[in-house]
């Protein structure tokens, strides 16, 4: 019996609507040859926290992973709670040769997982080693200030410091390709799978950078879109009436308020750039996989940590929860292509991710706030349409909250900064990039709704011990005090 191999491919802050136009055809070619879930959403849309939830199926409330741990101060709340179980030792246990290539942000109280002693993954590459990989070529990491901006930052919830963060600028990287951050994780992902144990079922765990900032890129990527072949959703450079003006104090609009539509354009050709740099590397581990003879036997997990705002509602970065940022792509190609082209339209959270693994691997699954996807891959009439939750505590430290329930085509926003919140609701069928907040239509309906959803927040929030409590939740009142302000821009 042939042993059927896993291999997850994860992006970083990629855009849900950037695939399937012709731009990323190895990307492609896994949503062709698996399942496509056409909403499936990050558990939080930030690095660290996105990727707790995912390697363990809990909520970040639950698994103590909640914001990028930077600031001492507040950094107890950016790790995975030790001992908790998680995708990397699962797989471990279940004996498969345990392969990870590229960025490592899943983080624990136990440190860092490639430190632990005990650990049985072999550790390719990681951010740490591409630095030393660039200092033993004498060669410059890409960025740099020209790429990051000064913004203030709510530490502990009390008190504001500046940082920098990266911001829409680009430019073009002056080294060689292979000096790049994710074309050096793909070679040590390929020099992984060249020398594996072939003796044992594979388990490799390629963690790609791209399309993160900055997006100063190397050529050929850097020139291969066009200007004229860039062509900019209606949301990018406007912000929309009764539109959470909380996040002008966030990074979202602290950094993207600033910039014009001509400055976008030109982000979105670089990113898209990047976006093909991502998708060729993507393509080389698939044709390994194939060189191989295994790629039939894999079960391919294609997914990106979060979104990217770029532009649209006039922000930057992710760390919100419109579209742009919380939906994220999820393609699970299983052996032999079973349930090739299948579209599913269920809401399903990357928490579903980790148990349907185990489903299908034949694994005793942890303790998850997700549930398989096996049920619904193999008869979509039999599921039960869920909530999702989503949170937010702050990029590099506690400070800016936001909480999100997905229910269906709806979606309500509790926005977060000091006392105050700001409430936003959404039918994301038929208005996909949230233009207009239903809370002020007037609509008996609409408010009935949004209440009901905002109890069912509070329901999960009480459950998972959210350390976050809502500043009020009479959203008559909120409506009434906010009806009629006009938007910043």
Sequence with gaps: MKQTHLVMIVADQLRYDVLG??????????????????HGYCASP???????????????????????????????????????????????????????????????????????????????????????FLRQAGRRAPGGPHFRSAVP????????????????????????????????FA?????????????RPLFLSAMFFAPHPPLEIPEPWYSRVKPDDVHLPENVGR?????????????????????????????????????????????????????QGIYDDCLIVFTSDHGEMLGSHR????????????????????????????????????????????????????????????????????????DVFLQFDGNGALGNFQRCIVRGGYKLIADIFKDEVYFELYNIDADSQETHNLLFDGDAAAMALAQELLQSLLAHMTATHDEVVLPYTDLPRFVKNYRGLPAPF
């Design 187 to 199: 070679d040590c992902a390929i020099q992984g799978l060249q020398q594996r144990d072939a003796t």
């Design 46 to 132: 930030l690095c660290v926290p996105a990727r707790g939830a995912l390697f363990t199926g809990l909520c970040p409330n639950t698994n103590g992973c909640r914001i990028n741990p930077w600031y001492k101060g507040d950094s107890a709340a950016g790790y995975v709670h030790k001992g908790t179980p998680n995708l990397y030792g699962l797989m471990e246990q279940s004996g498969r040769d345990c392969l990870h290539a590229g960025k490592q942000h899943f983080f624990t109280a136990g440190g860092r997982l490639e430190d632990d002693p005990m650990t049985r993954t072999r550790w390719l590459c990681t951010e740490h080693t591409y630095q030393d």
């Design 153 to 184: 930052e709510m530490a502990s919830g009390k008190f504001t410091r500046m940082r920098t963060y990266s911001n829409p600028n680009t430019g073009r990287y002056p080294e060689e390709g292979r000096y790049y951050f994710d074309n050096y």
């Design 239 to 291: 912000w929309y009436p009764y539109q959470s003006p909380l996040q002008l104090y966030n990074l979202t609009g602290a950094i993207g308020s600033h910039y014009e539509i001509e400055q976008w354009r030109e982000s979105w050709r670089v990113y898209l750039g990047l976006v093909g740099l991502l998708d060729d590397c993507v393509g080389r581990i698939l044709s390994e996989l194939k060189r």
């Design 21 to 38: 136009r012709g731009l990323t055809p190895n990307i492609d070619s896994i949503a062709a040859q698996g399942v496509t879930f056409e």
């Design 315 to 386: 922000l930057f970065q992710k760390m919100c929860m419109y579209e742009e940022s919380a939906h994220t792509p999820l393609y699970i190609r299983l052996p032999h292509g079973a349930h090739a082209g299948e579209h599913i339209r269920s809401t399903v959270s990357h928490l579903d991710v980790l148990p349907t693994l185990c489903d299908y691997l034949d694994i005793e699954s942890p303790p998850c706030e997700g549930q398989s996807l096996r049920p619904l891959i193999e008869d979509p009439d039999a599921w039960r349409e869920k």
